[in-house]
Each structure stands twice: as structure tokens, then as C-alpha cells.
């Protein structure tokens, strides 16, 4: 089981990492050089399109994957694989304690400004979060 979960949930987490990195070098800066009320309905519409069913299938199938590796590690006795699991699940944990409330907050009229600098961080933790999850599941 570990043999299947530990590929599938790397190759997750490293597409993951990819679309995070993406946002931290390329989509945030420019979000910063454009006018606030410009930014803050790019952001509105990137959170919007990213809701779609491939991103919805890699999202969730990734945390399932390492959801399940987690289990099959802790009953195989696999210290390594357990903690590629635990870092994969903890950019789970950051999206849905940081990202997604900031992105709620923001689509009931918030503006981008004042949250950046909070999801940016979390985002980059996302990203560096995924990039530990292919190492520890690569080894």
C-alpha cells in the first residue's frame, strides 16, 4: 500500500507546490504592482476560477493520499514515509486555516491589500510545505 500511496501523494504534492510557487513568484508580485481595487478583483476571480473540478481532483485527491499514507505508515512502522505524509497534510492544514478564510473573507467585500501579506506567507509556506512532502516521499 505504501508503495502506490507514497508516488501518488509526492506527485500530488509536488503539482501542488508547483501551482503554489506560481502564485509566490509570478501572480502575487504583479497583484502588488497593480491598483487595490484591480488586485482585489483579480484575487476574487483567481479564487473562483481555481474552483473547478482538476484542481478540485488534485487538491482533494492529494490530501487523500497522504491521509491514507499517513494511516499505512503509523501501521507499517515507516518513520520516513509518516513524516512525507504529515508534511503533505500540513499545507492542508495552512490552506484551510489561513488561505481559505482570508479568501471568504475577502469575496464578502474584503479588500486584497490588508490580507496579502498574511496569504502570501501562508501560501509560501504551502508551497515550501509541498517541495518537503516530495523530498521525504522521494528518499
Not at 478540485?56 to 515507516?78: I, K, M, Q, R, S
Not at 509518516?82 to 489561513?98: D, E, M, Q, R, S
Amino acid at each position: 500500500m505504501i508503495g502506490v500511496l507514497a508516488p501518488v501523494a509526492a506527485l500530488g504534492s509536488g503539482l501542488l507546490g508547483g501551482v503554489y510557487l506560481a502564485f509566490s513568484v509570478a501572480v502575487l508580485p504583479a497583484l502588488r504592482r497593480r491598483p487595490p481595487d484591480e488586485a482585489t478583483a483579480t484575487m476574487r476571480e483567481g479564487n473562483r476560477a481555481i474552483l473547478n473540478p482538476v484542481f478540485g481532483l488534485l487538491f482533494g485527491g492529494t490530501a487523500l493520499a497522504c491521509l491514507a499514507l499517513l494511516v499505512a505508515a503509523v501501521l507499517a512502522g515507516d518513520p520516513l514515509r509518516l513524516a512525507g505524509a504529515l508534511a503533505g497534510l500540513a499545507g492542508f492544514v495552512v490552506t484551510f486555516v489561513v488561505n481559505i478564510p482570508l479568501n471568504t473573507a475577502l469575496e464578502r467585500g474584503g479588500d486584497w491589500g490588508p490580507l496579502a501579506p498574511r496569504w502570501t506567507v501562508a501560501n509560501h509556506g504551502r508551497a515550501m510545505t509541498s517541495v518537503l512532502t516530495v523530498v521525504l516521499l522521494s528518499l
